[in-house]
């Protein structure tokens, strides 16, 4: 369940004064005018709009002094996207763009976003009607993200400090197509997974109304995100909204998959989502200042921590702020970039149906109560039809052998 904190404004005067001198609206805005812009075409995956996307963030961390973190000594991750486009298969190439703040450190704490974008409208997920060619500029979703990813860096690399910890800031290509970006970087990291500390996540923060606040979502994956946010917030009269689970659509669950805490910060759906109208002119620049302090300081408390954040499996993933349509789950986190037949398994909720009936991440769910599963959309529309209490058979593929389970949901 999400519970919702409000605190009283305490803002100390020289606090305003240092936080205004860190993030500036007109900064933000310069970033996301460029990468909101048309002439970026939205920046799908793999595009000449997110190419241009990608020079742009690697140009400003190397301006940071970040060092490169992608592969032959570049910024950049590259990694290959099968994109369906009017029915028919392309092969494509996304890049991560990767920058480190080498502090000597034994543990490095990750920053992320994502710089992909829905293109033109020709690689699926548009809202709106008629969609393809039409450029969909994603101001919100998420140069908002990637603007807080381009200014921490910034604020990070310049502020005179020597960190107890090292910084590793990613932009993710491949997000709208399934989490691709963040999914090859777990399975091909620059850093070991071992020596990082805690992920942070910024999706669509652009859109701060003061009433709403902001979803805090991962707060179950670890104890200190309980103990550093709520004193941050008071500080900035900041309103939110927690979500235990670290599982949800966006790159976060990527690294929770991986057993790393995980927190992401998120302003709220809105009538712009996924459509053409997701422009510029609608960002909310003081909101998202605002934001980006809280996130700063969340950065330097965590940083100062007597120890390593302590990784916990989180609840349900179907928790929290996320809408359903559904009266049951099954609780897995589906493996979007998988192309075959069936629904791969990337993760299992621990005390769910899926869980309890034995599925273990891998497994391919190929048949749900009988009927086949072709694609994550058949698996969608079986869901709907069952109620909490019904028992089904479940047929999962493990290797090369075909096991059949009992699900109660």
């Not at 995956?45 to 690697?58: K, M």
């Not at 790393?260 to 302003?267: D, L, M, S």
């Not at 048949?367 to 698996?379: A, M, P, Q, S, V």
Request: with cysteine.
């Amino acid at each position: 369940m999400n519970k919702l904190f409000l605190f009283v404004p305490a803002f100390w005067l020289s606090v305003t004064i240092c936080h205004g001198q860190r993030f500036k609206a007109d900064d933000i805005q310069k970033h996301i005018n460029f990468l909101a812009s048309d002439d970026l075409e939205g920046r799908g995956t793999g595009t000449l709009g997110e190419i241009r996307a990608a020079n742009y963030i690697a140009g400003l961390f190397e301006e940071s002094g970040l060092q490169p973190a992608g592969t032959e000594g570049s910024f950049f991750q590259p990694f290959q996207v099968m994109v369906s486009v009017e029915g028919n298969p392309h092969q494509l190439i996304g890049r991560n763009v990767v920058g480190f703040l080498d502090n000597g450190a034994e543990k490095t704490i990750v920053v992320g976003a994502h710089y992909d974008h829905l293109g033109k409208g020709f690689q699926g997920s548009s809202l709106s009607p008629d969609s393809q060619n039409k450029i969909h500029n994603g101001a919100d979703d998420n140069a908002s993200g990637t603007t807080g990813l381009i200014e921490l860096a910034r604020f990070i690399s310049k502020n005179d400090v020597k960190e107890k910890h090292n910084f590793l800031f990613i932009a993710f290509s491949g997000e709208e197509l399934g989490l691709l970006g963040s999914k090859h970087f777990v399975n091909n990291p620059t850093v070991a997974l071992n020596k990082i500390s805690s992920m942070i996540n910024m999706d669509m923060i652009g859109r701060l109304q003061d009433d709403k606040g902001i979803v805090v979502s991962g707060w179950g994956t670890s104890p200190v995100w309980g103990k550093l946010i709520p004193g941050i917030a008071k500080k900035q009269s900041m309103r939110y909204t927690i979500d235990s689970s670290g599982v949800g659509a966006s790159d976060h669950t990527s690294f929770y998959l991986k057993e790393i805490p995980v927190v992401q910060f998120f302003t709220g759906s809105h009538g712009d989502y996924h459509k053409t109208s997701d422009d510029a002119d609608k960002i909310n620049l003081p909101g998202e200042v605002k934001i980006i302090n809280l996130i700063a300081d969340l950065l330097v408390q965590l940083d100062a921590e007597p120890s390593e954040p302590v990784f916990v499996a989180a609840g349900n993933a179907h928790s929290g702020s996320t809408v359903s349509n559904f009266k049951v789950t099954l609780g897995v986190m589906p493996d979007y970039s998988y192309t075959g037949k069936g629904l791969r398994i990337d993760g299992v909720t621990k005390a769910r149906p899926a869980e309890k009936a034995g599925m273990v991440a891998g497994d391919v769910l190929i048949k749900l109560g009988g009927k086949e599963i072709g694609t994550i959309y058949d698996y969608m529309d079986m869901l709907g039809k069952y109620e909490k209490g019904e028992q089904v058979e479940a047929v999962i593929l493990r290797g090369g052998d075909t096991k059949v389970m009992k699900v109660i949901f």
